[in-house]
């Protein structure tokens, strides 16, 4: 009689577990199941996409160097990769490589007639040179600023360096004059020859005094931007002597009254 109750409770106790168990979703005893599929059935599977996202845009270096008996370059050329617009990237790469590209293939012509005309006049042969680095200064969602430093020898008591500014509206691509960080119509040259003429006023002897010296930013003006300021600036021998370098000015945002542009600002 014992026997039979024991026999009863275990039977009883068998099905309420395996209620249990299907009530959590977990798999009866001896029963496997089966693993789910990662995507519904009769989609294939495929390898994930990598688009660019907002922010995912950087900066990568093209070297291109080569050492001739009369002739060095050493370039470094940004490249800007991960543009959600492939065709305005190529454009934009194509004009950030063209001044140096241009200039190389431009001394390497010179450099073969120069050598040709030295050697005919004995005259001792001074090798040419190129070099270029790069500085990011800033980067938004919608602008990039950076300038290339250009460095070339050819000849003379010492070389000279070109910096070359690069100031983008990446969604439009092209490149932004100081006027176009402005509203129309809003006088931006009045606080930027303001504060220049300040600033060289603290060490007038590093600038030509004469009509030569400044007389007020061009239409043309070079320029660049970091955080929080508008970076104005001179080539060599535009307003002071080679041995003053050249010459830059930060002009603090807060001098425009909120006129600048948020593109800039970020």
Known sequence: MNELRNDKWKKQVACLTVIILLLLGLPACGKKQAPRSPLPQGENQTAPVKKPVPGGMQITTRSVSSQEQYYKVDLKIPVIEGMRQPKTQLVLNDKLAAP??????????QVGQYVAEA??????????????????????SMFLSLTE???????GAHGSTQ??????????????????????GY???????QEIKKQIATHPQD????????QGISA???????????VVY?????????????????????????????????
């Open 100 to 109: 140096q590209v241009e200039l190389r293939d431009q001394l390497g012509n």
């Open 119 to 140: 050697k005919k006049l004995r005259d001792t042969v001074t090798p040419y040179e190129l070099v270029s680095t790069y500085e990011v200064h800033i980067q938004r």
């Open 149 to 155: 430093d250009v460095y070339q020898f050819t000849g």
């Open 163 to 184: 910096r070359l500014p690069f100031n983008f509206d990446l969604d439009a691509g092209k490149e932004l004059s100081l006027k176009e960080l402005f509203p129309t």
């Open 187 to 193: 006088d931006y040259q009045t606080p930027i020859n």
């Open 207 to 214: 600038f030509f005094q004469d009509k030569n010296g400044f």
């Open 220 to 230: 043309q003006q070079p320029y660049y931007v970091e955080n929080g300021n508008l």
């Open 234 to 266: 001179f080539g060599q021998y535009a307003i002071a002597p080679y041995s003053s370098g050249i010459q830059e000015f930060k002009i603090p945002f807060t001098h425009f009254n909120g006129k600048i542009d948020n593109r800039v600002l970020g």
